[in-house]
Antibody, heavy 115, light 107 residues
């Protein structure tokens, strides 16, 4: 059974940093790209970032480019989203998802950026 | 970036109705389109991938069609469990983008 378990998140001040983690099980982790998607309160889904299975390629939405980094440790079946220079508008539930088609999702973790 | 536009934004319908939601891309995305269902406070669920392929476990009343720039999600006979918000997403080219969502509500 495929499972994605997220950790991290919480309250952070504007300009601060936070790291989200997503640990996978039930599939060959290194064979799949991994994606982060976020959803601001009461808003729609926003694609944030993606990393290839080998970590060779990473991609970011313009809204987070230069502030967020994505990485993965295939030995730990874990993908990370390092968020820096956080803004109030980064407040959202963040989801990790498997592959480009996002066929499995983590449970989501709330990131609140507020002073 | 490719822009995805869904219509309508809100759709009111009754149990048993046949409904369709349209998603238009600002440029061709071939068939690299997915549809998701999300209920309040829940994780999005993949329904359709590659424009028309039904994800395993998804009821056959859901279907997807289209290619290029215009796509449609159809629910053949609405069930009470189907009232939710639906999103399309292109994964043809980065940044992958979602439509703004269509809220399907009970009439």
């Amino acid at each position: 059974e495929v499972q994605l378990w997220q950790s991290g998140g919480g309250l952070v001040q504007p300009g601060g940093s936070l790291r989200l983690s997503c640990t996978a099980s039930g599939f060959t982790f290194s064979d799949y790209a991994m994606t982060w998607v976020r959803q601001a309160p009461g808003k729609g889904l926003e694609w944030v970032s993606c990393i290839s299975g080998s970590s060779i390629s990473t991609y970011f939405a313009d809204s987070v480019k230069g502030r967020f980094t994505i990485s993965r440790d295939n030995s730990k079946n874990t993908v990370y989203l390092q968020m820096s220079s956080l803004r109030v508008e980064d407040t959202a539930v963040y989801y990790c998802a498997k592959g480009s088609e996002n066929d499995y999702w983590g449970q989501g973790t709330l990131v609140t950026v507020s002073s | 970036d490719i822009q995805m536009t869904q219509s309508p934004s809100t759709l009111s319908a009754s149990v048993g109705d046949r409904v369709s939601i349209t998603c238009r891309a600002s440029q061709s995305i071939n068939s690299w389109l997915a549809w998701y269902q999300q209920k309040p406070g829940k994780v999005p669920k993949l329904l359709i991938y590659k424009a028309s392929k039904l994800e395993s476990g998804v009821p056959s009343r859901f279907s997807g069609s289209g290619s290029g720039t215009e796509f449609t999600l159809t629910i053949s006979s609405l069930q009470p469990d189907d009232f939710a918000t639906y999103y399309c997403q292109q994964y043809n080219s980065y940044s992958y983008t979602f439509g703004q969502g269509t809220r399907l509500e009970i009439k």
